[in-house]
């Protein structure tokens, strides 16, 4: 199926996570418990639709080493895109945005040493994470479908 991306990231704000990662999926969970207006639609980067938003930005659809946000139609990646995630979800994390204060390329580097060993440190699953009902608007299929 193919999805109109341009109209897509500009409508939602979309965090694509890897499906197979164990701390991704935690990830996924903790945005579900604590963004609690569903502002970011998450979807699975080895989905269809998330290969076709990485396709998109020009990114790889078979080596993923980083969290994607689409944010306001931009895309932020690396320790950025965790710091934007984090200031939008307000007190207690936004106090994150400290981490403004480290150099980009200090913050990327640490960032990159997690994410490219998160396999290793953390493991993988076989078990994607699925909407329910309860979790269904946090999802971008579920968004697109409803609008």
Request: glycine share 4%; hydrophobic share 45%; proline share 4%.
């Amino acid at each position: 199926m193919s999805y109109p991306i341009a109209t897509i990231i500009q409508k939602h704000d979309i965090i694509l996570f890897d499906a197979i990662c164990m701390i991704c999926n935690g990830w996924a969970k903790f945005l579900i418990k604590h963004d609690q207006h569903a502002k970011f639609k998450l979807v699975s980067a080895q989905s269809a639709l998330g290969e076709q938003i990485l396709h998109y930005y020009g990114m790889s659809t078979s080596h993923y080493t980083t969290m994607v946000v689409i944010l306001n139609g931009q895309l932020h990646t690396e320790s950025t895109a965790l710091l934007k995630v984090m200031q939008h979800l307000g007190l207690p994390f936004s106090l994150m945005n400290a981490g403004y204060l480290m150099p980009r390329p200090i913050r990327d580097f640490l960032y990159r040493r997690v994410a490219l060993n998160r396999y290793w440190l953390f493991g993988q699953t076989n078990n994607c994470l699925i909407p329910s009902a309860e979790n269904r608007p946090h999802f971008l299929e579920h968004a697109i479908r409803e609008s």
